[in-house]
């Protein structure tokens, strides 16, 4: 297929005005050497300016746009995006998608991604933790292979012993 120009496109708009049926008008062009289809030459009838390209819009992601995304997360860190993008339309007026507003909040070098690990320490969220006592309570009843004694499966792992030594340093820390 030949690149059409502007004067063919000029031309076949013409002979369109003239009556000419599309595929008149293609058997026209081959006969001098432009070979175009009939869809070709039906989007020529159409419209004056065929295949001009489209310029590139403004950027939303501006500067400003990049410190007010910056300045409402410096108030509030933990906004998800969604929320980031209804303050800047509702506050600033400012429409920019949710991808946009990630884009951004990366750019600027907010990181929000959870830890892969978090050790429990030794102090930190004790009462969160439950005691060997409750998991041993919450745990199903079985028959030990060797004595035939109903046992839960973490009895076989735990002593009395131990069990004990834990709640005594449980109490210890409690008071501490």
Do not use: Y
């Not at 059409?4 to 006969?31: C, D, F, M, P, Y």
């Not at 108030?75 to 506050?91: G, N």
């Not at 998991?135 to 002593?159: C, H, K, N, Y």
Request: glycine share 6%; hydrophobic share 35%.
């Amino acid at each position: 297929m030949a690149v059409i120009n502007a004067q063919v496109s000029e031309l076949i708009r013409s002979l369109r005005k003239k009556g000419w049926t599309t595929s008149v008008i293609a058997k026209h062009l081959a006969t001098t050497g432009i070979r175009a289809s009939l869809r070709t030459i039906q989007r020529h009838c159409l419209c004056a300016v065929v295949g001009k390209k489209k310029g590139r819009k403004p950027r939303k992601l501006t500067s400003q746009v990049m410190e007010i995304i910056d300045s409402i997360l410096r108030a509030d860190d933990e906004l998800p995006a969604r929320k980031v993008k209804e303050l800047l339309q509702s506050r600033h007026n400012i429409t920019i998608g949710l991808h946009s507003v990630r884009k951004a909040v990366r750019t600027l070098g907010w990181n929000f991604g959870k830890p892969r690990f978090v050790p429990m320490t030794r102090g930190k969220n004790k009462d969160l933790r439950p005691s060997p006592r409750v998991l041993l309570d919450s745990q199903p009843i079985i028959r030990a292979p060797s004595t035939g004694e109903e046992v839960t499966r973490s009895e076989a792992f735990w002593s009395e012993d131990d069990l004990q030594d834990v709640e005594l340093r449980d109490r210890e820390s409690k008071e501490a």
